[in-house]
């Protein structure tokens, strides 16, 4: 079966850098988008980034463009999030997904999700 698994969370202050890692298995990862999402409590799951499938195009969410920097590795089977410049705001658990066709920006776009990796921004 499909398996995502995020990896890289953690507490970082304000203005820090975090990498996070989505390694997939149980599908072939070359075939698909990936996305991430984030969901902070209370608060709605929102679109963070997505890359094509060949990483020829990458899609930001304004909040965090020119910040965040979305990334894949085919031959390893793995996404990434590069994040830079944290602020409190970018608190959340952060998701990766497999896109399964349609518009990136919409979590009902995604088929299969990890389990999440906090991030923690303290100011």
């Known amino acids: 079966q499909v398996q995502l698994v995020e990896s890289g969370g953690g507490l970082v202050q304000a203005g820090g850098s975090l990498r996070l890692s989505c390694a997939a298995s149980?599908?072939?990862?070359?075939?698909?988008?990936m996305g991430w999402f984030r969901q902070a409590p209370g608060k709605e799951r929102e679109f963070v980034a997505a890359?094509?499938?060949?990483?020829?195009?990458?899609y930001y969410a304004d909040s965090v463009k020119g910040r965040f920097l979305i990334s894949r590795d085919n031959a390893k089977n793995t996404a990434y999030l590069q994040m830079n410049s944290l602020k409190p705001e970018d608190t959340a658990v952060y998701f990766c997904a497999v896109n399964a066709g349609g518009a990136y920006y919409f979590a009902t776009s995604y088929d299969y999700w990890g389990q999440g990796t906090q991030v923690t921004v303290s100011s």
């Open positions: 890359i094509s499938w060949s990483g020829g195009s990458t």
């Open positions: 149980g599908l072939t990862f070359s075939s698909y988008a």
